[in-house]
Nanobody, 112 residues
Framework: QVQLVESGGGLVQAGGSLRLSCAAS????????MGWFRQAPGKEREFVAF????????RYADSVKGRFTISRDNAKNTVFLQMNSLKPEDTAVYYC?????WGQGTQVIVSS
C-alpha cells in the first residue's frame, strides 16, 4: 500500500516562501515520476509541477514557472516543492501524487 504524507504548509505573507515535502512509502519510489497538484476553495484540483524518476526533468504550470521548484531525494523517498514569491492566488491545499495515489494534502495560505 502506497502512502504519501505531505508536510510544510502554513500561513505566509505575500512574497514569502514555503517548502513542501512529501514522504512516500510502500512503493519503489525512485522508479516513478511524482507530481504536485493544488486545489483552491471552490475550484477544481489543478496541476502544479512534475518531476521524472531521475529528478533531471521537470515541468511546471505557467502560473508557477520561475517561482516554484520541484525536486526529489530518492534515497529518502521524498519529493519537495520550493515555493518562492508566493501570491494570495497560491492559497490552496497542495497534494502530492504518485500514479493513482494521493496524499492527504497540506494547506497553504498566502495573506496579502
Amino acid at each position: 500500500q502506497v502512502q504519501l504524507v505531505e508536510s510544510g504548509g502554513g500561513l505566509v505573507q505575500a512574497g514569502g516562501s514555503l517548502r513542501l515535502s512529501c514522504a512516500a512509502s510502500g512503493h519503489t519510489f525512485s522508479s516513478y515520476a511524482m507530481g504536485w497538484f493544488r486545489q483552491a476553495p471552490g475550484k477544481e484540483r489543478e496541476f502544479v509541477a512534475f518531476i521524472n524518476w531521475g529528478g533531471d526533468s521537470a515541468r511546471y504550470a505557467d502560473s508557477v514557472k520561475g517561482r516554484f521548484t520541484i525536486s526529489r531525494d530518492n534515497a529518502k523517498n521524498t519529493v519537495f516543492l520550493q515555493m518562492n514569491s508566493l501570491k494570495p492566488e497560491d492559497t490552496a491545499v497542495y497534494y502530492c501524487n504518485l500514479g493513482a495515489f494521493w496524499g492527504q494534502g497540506t494547506q497553504v495560505i498566502v495573506s496579502s
